[in-house]
């Protein structure tokens, strides 16, 4: 069973483009995390939503939207695509929201800007 | 601004080897720290955290060492096995309220047979 799901795994389109990347978690998990890798690995939070609620936003562009319908699914909208864009998007979820809270991830979107 | 240095960026091993990642941080308010690892075309996952009021965790081959005073923190893995070949990422937080993980830049671990 898999316990954090992307799709899709790989994502290749035009600059200018909307494109949106979906997550559910089957752990029964409170809270949800959109995380970005960039070409060099590095490993940088977006977003995070406890019980369908934003709690953590960082900087991110307001091209970035995540919108969680339930508990289970935190969904990626990402308007006008730039090349900037492209790197490796993981979800996660942890059992509340607390940073102590084991965060499990998902295997990742790999999005690649033309 | 990066608060979480990580070293090296890569390293290589021999089977049986210890291999030894070093993290230093900046913010003093940190009181979580955690390793994730990371196999190629997976997400990360924990590995093994450590809080500072201890100087030493031990997980299997696995040990975190925490100096405070230096603001920096290692991980060692004894008996290097090639399936522990992956990236290690550090990371650190604020434990309280809604605190998010500031990451390392990885290490590139390579075991050889």
């Known amino acids: 069973d898999t316990a954090v799901s992307q799709t899709p795994k790989y994502l290749v389109t035009q600059m200018g483009n909307d494109k949106s990347i979906k997550c559910e978690q089957n752990l029964g998990h409170d809270t949800m995390y959109w995380y970005k890798q960039d070409s060099k690995k590095f490993l940088k939070i977006m977003f995070s939503y406890n019980n369908k609620e934003l709690i953590i936003n960082e900087t991110v562009p307001n091209r970035f939207s995540p919108k969680s319908p339930d508990k289970a699914h935190l969904n990626l909208h990402i308007n006008s695509l730039e090349l900037g864009d492209s790197a490796v998007y993981f979800c996660?979820?942890?059992?509340?929201?607390?940073?102590?809270?084991?965060?499990?991830f998902g295997p990742g979107t790999r999005l690649l800007v033309l | 601004q990066q608060q979480v240095k990580q070293s090296p960026q890569s390293l290589i091993v021999q089977k049986g080897g210890i291999s030894i990642i070093n993290c230093a941080y900046e913010n003093t308010a940190f009181d979580y720290f955690p390793w994730y690892q990371q196999f190629p075309g997976k997400g990360p996952a924990l590995l093994i955290a450590?809080?500072?009021?201890?100087s030493e965790k031990k997980e299997g081959r696995f040990t975190i060492s925490f100096n405070k005073s230096a603001k920096q923190f290692s991980l060692h893995i004894m008996d290097s096995q090639p399936g522990d070949s992956a990236t290690y990422f550090c990371a650190a937080s604020k434990e309280s309220g809604y605190s998010t993980l500031t990451f390392g830049k990885g290490t590139m671990l390579l075991v050889s047979p």
């Open positions: 450590i809080r500072p009021d201890v």
């Open positions: 996660a979820s942890s059992q509340g929201a607390r940073v102590v809270e084991t965060q499990y």
